[in-house]
């Protein structure tokens, strides 16, 4: 019987224990982790991640927040501020404004901005306006005379009972409704100003008079008959 015992047991081969301090798996992946075997190095990999990530997410926030308050600020902001003249006038806002009877003779305001403002008996006399838009803007008895309103912009402007004597309106824009109707134009030059022909009839009946800045006569600049 001990013979058989010692037979049988050479047939087979002892399996070692397992040892309770080594780790059934060996993790060769740095990027694979289980529970219980995260290394040194790979935490702090994931902990940077994190920071990362965290100050990404911050930063976004801050800057989607800037963003929305810089918004809603120029959404309540007062109109008239939104719309600041050009040119050497300054940043007194002239678009959009009630600026009837108010005094700029002798001015400086080449391309400023008044466009849609209203303008009533305003005083532009001998002002220089080169390039200045008054699109859609109320002119009536406004004071341009001697101006110089070359390359300016009235389409749409009422420039109605308005002093535009030896004014000069060379290449200047009046499409559209713009009307001159009972404007004083003795001495003004309208060289190359597109008229509708109802408006250049009319100013044709009234035209007289030579500008003393270019020496052309009014009515040849309106391509009267």
Request: aromatic share 8%.
């Amino acid at each position: 019987m001990a013979l058989l015992n010692v037979s049988m047991s050479s047939k087979f081969t002892q399996i070692p224990p397992i040892s309770s301090t080594k780790p059934l798996f060996t993790l060769t992946n740095p990027l694979v982790s289980f529970p219980g075997h995260s290394s040194p190095q790979l935490l702090k990999c994931q902990i940077k991640s994190q920071e990362n990530f965290l100050f990404t997410l911050c930063e976004t926030v801050t800057k989607t927040s800037l963003l929305a308050l810089v918004s809603a600020s120029l959404f309540f902001v007062d109109p008239a501020l939104a719309f600041k003249g050009g040119g050497p006038y300054g940043a007194e806002v002239t678009r959009g404004q009630d600026l009837t009877g108010k005094d700029f003779s002798g001015k400086t305001l080449i391309k400023q901005d008044f466009k849609t403002s209203i303008l009533r008996q305003a005083n532009f006399k001998g002002a220089e306006l080169l390039g200045a838009s008054f699109f859609d803007a109320d002119l009536t008895g406004a004071d341009l005379s001697d101006a110089d309103l070359r390359s300016a912009d009235f389409s749409l402007a009422n420039v109605t009972k308005a002093n535009l004597s030896n004014a000069n309106l060379e290449g200047a824009l009046a499409t559209g409704n713009t009307s001159f109707r009972g404007s004083n134009i003795t001495g003004a030059d309208f060289t190359d100003v597109p008229l509708r022909d109802d408006q250049r009839e009319y100013l044709c009946k009234v035209a007289d008079g030579v500008n003393p800045t270019t020496g052309n006569a009014t009515q040849d600049t309106l391509l009267c008959n």
